[in-house]
Structures are given as C-alpha cells and as structure tokens.
Nanobody, 114 residues
C-alpha cells in the first residue's frame, strides 16, 4: 500500500523558516524523482522543487530559488524541503509527489503571517 505523508507545516512569521518532511512507503522510493508542489487558495497547484533519485540534481521554481532547499534520505524514504526567508506569498498547502506516479500525500499547511 502506497503512503506519502507530509509534515512540518505551521504558522510562521515573514522571514522565518520551516522544514517540511515527506515520508514515503509502498513503492521504490530510491528510484524515483521526488517533487514538492504547493497550492494556494484560488490558485493552481505549482511545482516548487524536485530532486532526482540519487539526489545529485535539483531544480526550483524561480520564486523560491535561493530560499528553499530540497533534499532526500533514501535510507529513510524521506524527502525534505527546507524553507528559509519565508514570505506571505509562500502561504499554501504543500504536497509531495513521486514523479510519473499518481502518488500524492494529503498535504501540509504553511501559513506565513505577521
């Protein structure tokens, strides 16, 4: 049974940091590119960051470059998103996805507000 569980969201002030985690099971995590998406109210879901199966290559949306860092630990079947210098426009539900699959988590809410 495939499971993807995101965690680590919360309320943070502008300029603050959060670290999201995505724990996966039920599929060959270490062979798949993993991605973080986000969806703000009234907006379409957007790709935030991606990391290849080995972790050697990453890419980011322009809006988060230099502030967010994606990483993974294949021994723990977990992918992370370190978010620094958070802005109100980062407020969204953040989702984890395995590329090429329909595997999605339930999301974790990130709210950036004074």
């Amino acid at each position: 049974q495939v499971q993807i569980v995101e965690s680590g969201g919360g309320l943070v002030q502008p300029g603050g940091s959060l670290r999201l985690s995505c724990a996966a099971s039920g599929f060959t995590f270490s062979s798949l590119t993993m991605r973080w998406y986000r969806q703000a109210p009234g907006k379409t879901r957007e790709l935030v960051a991606a990391i290849t199966s080995t972790g050697r290559s990453t890419n980011y949306a322009d809006s988060v470059k230099g502030r967010f860092t994606i990483s993974r630990d294949n021994a723990k079947n977990t992918v992370y998103l370190q978010m620094n210098i958070l802005k109100p426009e980062d407020t969204a539900v953040y989702y984890c996805n395995a590329l090429g699959t329909g595997y999605w988590g339930q999301g974790t809410q990130v709210t950036v507000s004074p």
